[in-house]
């Protein structure tokens, strides 16, 4: 079946320019996530949405950030006036979390990677 | 507040040693553990999970890890390293008794295994 799919695989953008990074989930997956990994480091919580809940933006590192998940499917993460240190490979992920389903674990799209230059 | 933490950034073995990848974590209750591993240039990928029942939980390619409650701890082993293991590897953690709650991702250990 299809997986987390991520679009566009590789964006490279001038400094100051607007950015949108779409995340396809796999369906029927009522949680989604956003994080951020810089080049071979960690991961970089940025947000979570489950179902109809309002969305946990607390790892969102300034209001350049913002996200939105329509329908409760499709998610797009939008970063305004770009800057070089927004430059990282930026992760969705996906899970089919409810009632008793919290142990499911995520799925990951293979990720957008981002050059500001 | 759920946290984990990866101690070391890099774990050089051998192949054909046996590996661990250490991983602590904290949580108000009780845990739900897992691990991940991102191979170069790819999305990370599920390796296994600990909800309940036997500490010791087998996974993908060989792989395996304990829990242990009273050191918080839910180290990643494998009995021989193969070269084709290296790659960076995270822990995870979310608390059980909160199905909705988000998952908290350690820093990553890289693991180096040379022929």
């Known amino acids: 079946g299809a997986g987390v799919s991520q679009s566009p695989s590789n964006k490279v953008t001038e400094k100051g320019k607007d950015v949108e990074l779409r995340c396809d989930p796999i369906s029927g997956h009522t949680a989604l996530y956003w994080y951020r990994q810089s080049l071979g480091q960690g991961l970089e919580f940025l947000i979570y949405?489950?179902?109809?809940?309002?969305?946990?933006k607390s790892g969102l590192p300034s209001d350049r950030f913002s996200a939105e998940r329509t329908g409760g499917s499709v998610s797009t993460l939008t970063i305004q006036r770009t800057q070089q240190e927004d430059s990282a490979v930026y992760l969705c992920?996906?899970?089919?979390?409810?009632?008793?389903?919290?142990?499911?674990?995520?799925?990951f799209g293979n990720g957008t990677r981002l050059t500001v230059t | 507040a759920q946290s984990v933490a990866q101690p070391e950034d890099q774990v050089n073995v051998a192949e054909g040693n046996p590996l661990t990848v250490k991983c602590t974590y904290s949580?108000?209750?009780?845990?739900?553990l897992f691990w991940y591993v991102q191979y170069p240039n790819r999305g990370l990928q599920f390796l296994l999970k600990?909800?309940?029942?036997?500490?010791l939980v087998k996974g993908s390619y060989g792989f395996e890890a304990e829990f242990n409650k009273s050191q918080t701890s839910f180290h990643l082993k494998k009995p021989s390293a193969l070269v084709s293991d290296s790659a960076l590897y995270f822990c995870?953690?979310?608390?059980?008794?909160?199905?909705?709650?988000?998952?908290?991702f350690g820093g990553g250990t890289r693991l180096m295994v040379k022929p």
């Open positions: 992920a996906s899970s089919l979390i409810g009632m008793g389903q919290g142990n499911s674990p995520l799925h």
């Open positions: 949580v108000s209750g009780n845990p739900y």
């Open positions: 995870a953690v979310r608390e059980a008794r909160n199905a909705g709650n988000m998952l908290t």
């Open positions: 600990y909800i309940t029942g036997d500490n």
């Open positions: 949405f489950q179902g109809n809940s309002a969305p946990d």
